[in-house]
């Protein structure tokens, strides 16, 4: 792009309101009366591609910051940006959010690439196509956490006159197998999605090494450049080790657990994450020893009121915490599958120290973005130094205005596989199909699947406080028993109802939390009606189904303010 007149153009004299200059020999002032005659642009200089007129300085410069080239050159006749990079776009990352925007800009006719490399564990392990959520995350996560019911509705069973006499086992080998089996066929189905959309695969490294240009490294270390007009990060997080002896060498991780090999019998878990309590709950769902170690508090980031329940739910059902205290040495006491494992740990409030015996440990202590070795600094793209996390403005947009970002690595952004791939559909529609909707981070639902599953959508109690002021919110609350566990006579009134409503705004609820069964099918219903501004009027006035869990939020007349009983009695 240049500014500017053709060679050849004639000099003409300027009309009335443009500016009047001195003789041609005077070169600038008359170029800038000339160009103001041609184009009528007065802001300088005039800029051209093809011998079309884009623009002024200022509306090109605007494009420039806001990313949208493409439609002012489309704006002023120009069907395709006059380039010669490789690619319309490259996504480096083939997650969730990375994928639903590579296949999402395919429908535009653009000419993607999608780079994804998985760099092995510490133990060597590795995967498909499909990112954290789809390998080792939510899919592996929530199959091991149904193992796990399973197993409750097999004792349950008796009491519903089912008759077995045999000893019911659980074999692990069988479960992984199976879960892995279903894994293989979705990271091969992502690959067959691309090639028929035509976008480029490449299971290569991606880093950016100078200005639209990146390189690919694949498995056996070739390397290529390519270029492309945009790019989109969309590298997700992997799991964080304590830095201690012994952690890298003997200690495994949520990107371990799914396809480990063996039972990982008698385990310690380490750390207070969703991700730890999620596979605590459903590795002693499976009838193995279970031990939790927490540095302070539970599901840090969640409804605290909420989260201590999930911990005594836990406690009741076999789970050890181990509380305040972190490991700071771990050791091989006899080798196997599992072997043997000796963890040293120190108090956080003050000198003692304790070790224990464990088959396995699984760290669950945090997550690092997946920013800092993929060259960002070669094309000024700024990063949280600290977290590593990426800034972006509310277009997913980073400070290379030609460089955008999704999910996981995002400064102050929900860490949520659907959040990803909302955000990657929608940045698309932006740059491509000429849309306007940005992603909406506000009210996004979300569940723990801890065996007493929690769901969740909008603000939590202390934020609410914060927020608003404890004057102006009302909390309405209540137990629950559902219906499946009377017949078992089992956990009655440990599940949980309760909203937060914001009482300046006729009661609108601002936070939704439930304990239960099915935690996440209640809150996924729910969490539509609270976008669309939801009031505790409404709830009350919505005729509930019975016998259902989710009914209790048609009925929630107690306030956590008035300090009555929230037990149920009865159905």
């Not at 184009?39 to 990313?67: D, M, N």
């Not at 074999?171 to 279903?182: A, K, P």
């Not at 290379?400 to 955000?423: H, K, M, N």
Request: glycine share 10%.
């Amino acid at each position: 792009m240049g500014g500017a007149l053709r060679k050849g153009q004639a000099v003409r004299q300027a009309p009335a309101g443009c500016p009047q200059g001195r003789r041609p020999a005077e070169s600038a002032q008359k170029l800038q009366e000339v160009q103001c005659e041609v184009t009528t642009e007065t802001s300088q200089p005039g800029v051209f591609v093809q011998e079309k007129q884009i623009g002024g300085h200022e509306k090109t410069l605007k494009a420039h910051k806001e990313g949208n080239h493409q439609n002012l050159l489309e704006m002023n006749g120009h069907t395709t940006v006059p380039h010669s990079y490789d690619y319309d776009l490259i996504v480096i990352g083939g997650g969730s959010g990375g994928l639903a925007a590579a296949k999402e800009a395919a429908k535009y006719e653009k000419k993607v690439m999608v780079l994804d490399f998985v760099t092995p564990t510490p133990l060597g392990n590795s995967w498909g196509l499909g990112g954290t959520c789809v390998n080792v995350g939510c899919i592996p996560k929530k199959l091991m956490h149904q193992a796990a019911l399973l197993g409750q509705a097999l004792q349950d069973s008796r009491k519903f006159g089912w008759q077995f006499t045999e000893e019911v086992k659980h074999n692990w080998m069988t479960m992984t197998e199976s879960v892995q089996n279903y894994i293989g066929s979705l990271n091969w189905g992502y690959r067959v999605a691309l090639r028929e959309k035509k976008v480029t695969y490449e299971n290569a490294y991606g880093e950016f090494v100078q200005p639209h240009t990146v390189k690919a490294t694949n498995k056996r270390g070739v390397e290529k450049l390519y270029t492309a007009e945009r790019f989109l990060i969309a590298t997700g997080e992997r799991p964080r080790y304590l830095g201690i002896p012994g952690d890298k060498e003997y200690c495994i991780s949520s990107d371990d657990l799914f396809s480990l090999p063996y039972c990982p019998g008698k385990t310690l878990v380490v750390g207070a994450s969703y991700v730890a309590l999620e596979c605590a709950g459903f590795l002693a769902g499976l009838g193995l020893d279970v031990t939790v170690m927490v540095r302070s508090i539970l599901l840090r980031g969640f409804d605290q009121d909420m989260a201590n329940k999930i911990g005594e739910y836990m406690e009741e059902h076999g789970i050890k915490f181990i509380r305040e205290f972190v490991p700071i040495k771990v050791e091989q006491i006899e080798e196997g599958t599992p072997g043997r494992l000796k963890v040293t740990a120190n108090s956080t409030k003050g000198n003692e120290v304790i070790e224990g015996e464990y088959n396995t440990v699984l760290l669950a202590i945090g997550r690092d973005a997946c920013t800092r070795k993929i060259g960002l600094d070669k094309v000024g793209v700024k990063i949280n130094e600290k977290t590593g996390k990426i800034p972006v403005n509310d277009v997913e947009q980073t400070n290379v205005p030609y460089i955008y970002a999704i999910g996981d690595i995002l400064q102050d952004r929900l860490e949520l596989t659907p959040v990803a791939i909302q955000a990657g559909r929608l940045l698309v529609q932006r740059l491509y199909g000429g849309a306007t909707t940005k992603c909406d981070y506000v009210n996004v639902p979300t569940t723990v699947f801890t065996p007493l599953e929690y769901g969740a959508c909008g603000y939590s109690e202390e934020n609410a406080i914060e927020k608003f002021g404890e004057e102006n919110i009302e909390v309405y609350h209540s137990h629950f028993w559902p219906l499946e566990w009377t017949v078992p006579s089992r956990d009655n009134n440990k599940c949980y109802a309760k909203i937060i409503c914001n009482i300046r705004d006729n009661e609108r609820v601002i936070g939704f939390h439930v304990l239960g069964p099915n935690a996440g099918e209640v809150t996924q219903g729910f969490a539509a009606a609270i976008k669309c501004g939801l009031t505790k009027e409404q709830l009350d006035s919505t005729i509930g189904i019975h016998p259902v869990c989710a009914e209790v939020f048609t009925t929630l007349s107690v306030t956590k303010r008035s300090g009555e009983n929230t037990l149920m009695a009865g159905c």
